[in-house]
């Protein structure tokens, strides 16, 4: 891995990091489907939190008809899709810099704006899955991601298989602090034993 005055060695593959428009395209029935069964733990009345991510953004239609939902996110795409939908989500966003490779707001404002609630649950997604390492991400901006983790009560991963065993630049949160991962079939045997084992629910989705 080439990194600023020089390089590091990996064990295991390196995912490519790919833009929103990129990301949307790739695997979009799984993500779909997890998407969907995501949205079914999401309960009337509830405060959740949306990281900005292609799976995140396919529970947007299953949650439009929630009643009284508080939904809080830092993807533009998210917002858009919620109010294109003309949903009676209570949106809230928060201010910072936006990164158009990501279509996503960032830096210590946003982080801040997180830091000030407490959420029901966060539905997180990922750029790599290791057992051992957690989640990864390629945006540099990960910090606003580590605020999500640390305002919510209850932190799901939403996320393809095709993510496991590859790894980012960026650490999110170790495994032993998520508390379900929500992934279809493919995933590699020995991740869903290392994820039982690390004590985090898995919920398999057909792919």
């Known amino acids: 891995t080439r990194r600023y005055g020089g390089a590091e060695a990996v064990t295991h593959p390196v995912a490519e990091d790919r833009s ?56 533009l795409l998210i917002i858009n899709e919620a109010v294109a939908r003309d949903c009676n989500m209570n949106l809230l966003m928060p201010g910072g810099t936006y990164r158009k490779r990501s279509s996503s707001f960032h830096g210590g404002l946003a982080e801040q704006a997180f830091r000030s609630f407490t959420f029901d649950k966060l539905f997180i997604g990922a750029d790599g899955f290791d057992i051992e390492q ?15 983790c640390q305002a919510a009560k209850q932190i799901i991963v939403v996320t393809d298989s095709s993510k496991f065993n590859r790894s980012s630049l960026h650490k999110i949160i170790d495994t032993q602090r998520i508390d379900m991962i929500i992934v279809d079939e493919g995933i590699p045997a020995e991740s869903l034993e290392g994820l039982r084992k690390s004590g985090v629910e898995v919920v398999l989705v057909k792919g």
């Open 20 to 75: 929103m428009d990129e990301k949307t395209t790739l695997n979009q029935n799984i993500k779909q489907r997890i998407g969907a069964k995501a949205a079914s733990l999401v309960n009337d009345g509830e405060s959740i939190i949306l990281d900005n991510g292609s799976t995140t953004l396919q529970m947007v239609p299953w949650l439009i008809e929630r009643v009284a939902l508080t939904v809080m996110t830092n993807s």
């Open 134 to 148: 957690g989640t990864t991400t390629f945006n540099e901006a990960y910090q606003v991601s580590q605020a999500m």
